[in-house]
């Protein structure tokens, strides 16, 4: 038996490439992820409004609040937020059970990030991926030197952008004495990982282009029982004098079990983690 899983590759973002690692980890030994397959499946990534019909779908979320096909077959889904606008789609309850949580929070125990002790006094800045596409973000970041990185890192702000290695997005997350993200899986990877982190809100109210405004951040926050989650504007706002705050947490109960998350996967054999 194979199984083709379906994630957003019109870019490198290592928030849609870990879908493909975590997946691996959980396929049962008998079955082979191949390209094309009759047999469907989406994991991590706001993926649902573009998925083929007889898709399982194992942890997706919604980006676009648009059409999309009426047979799909749902296993788990990122959280409450799509779940609801499945049901105002025509889903029944039955169809999408209650079973929250992005895969992402599963690659601690997939995956052990290198130590980087350098790293452990600097707060780790990741930009979406839109940033190197958008010509009018393109244009800031592809203006930068050498001296605009190191003059950032004197001051604690390390720069990792979502186009390299997954493992090197990664590493720097989990050695980093703070996270601000532009990305949701940075912000998911960090509360993975245990690192305190704080949402960077660049577009403001807008959200990012192409999406339904902060619908899929607000989806995952409320999965984890995130409550009045913070932002900065701009990741030079993160100080030394206010970092702590910024990035510390209200949390009321979590929707996410990832046991129950990881037993919900379509694919897999308790014995694969």
């Known amino acids: 038996m194979n199984v083709a899983l379906h994630y957003f590759t019109d870019s490198p973002n290592f928030g849609d490439l870990i879908s493909a690692v975590i997946v691996d980890a959980l396929l049962d030994n008998s079955i082979e992820r191949v390209i094309e397959s009759e047999n469907k499946l989406s994991a991590v990534g706001s993926v649902i409004h573009s998925l ?20 799909l077959k749902f296993h788990a889904v990122r959280g409450p937020k799509t779940r609801k606008f499945l049901l105002e789609c025509g889903y029944t309850e039955e169809q999408v059970p209650e079973i929250y949580g992005d895969p992402a929070l599963l690659l601690p125990e997939i995956y052990q990030p290198k130590v980087l002790p350098w790293t452990r006094d600097m707060w780790v800045v990741i930009p979406h991926h839109s940033c190197l596409d958008n010509a009018h973000r393109r244009n800031y970041w592809g203006n930068l030197t050498a001296e ?15 186009n390299q290695p997954w493992q090197e997005v990664v590493d720097a997350i989990a050695n980093a004495k703070g996270v601000i993200s532009e990305s949701l899986h940075g912000l998911i990877l960090a509360d993975a ?24 951040f607000e989806d995952y926050f409320e999965s984890m029982g995130q409550i009045n989650r913070k932002f900065v504007g701009d990741f030079e706002e993160v100080t030394e004098d206010n970092w702590k705050d910024l990035m510390s947490v209200t949390t009321g109960t979590s929707l996410v079990n990832t046991e129950v998350l990881r037993e919900a996967f379509p694919f897999g054999s308790e014995s694969k983690v």
């Open 52 to 71: 083929a019909d007889g898709t399982q779908v194992w942890g997706s979320g919604i980006m676009i609040k648009g059409s999309l096909s009426d047979k």
């Open 148 to 162: 605009d990185y190191e003059l950032w890192e004197m001051f604690g702000y390390r720069i990792v952008y979502p």
């Open 193 to 216: 990982y245990n690192v305190p982190n704080v949402w960077w809100k660049a577009n403001g109210e807008n959200g990012l282009v192409g999406h339904n405004g902060n619908f899929k």
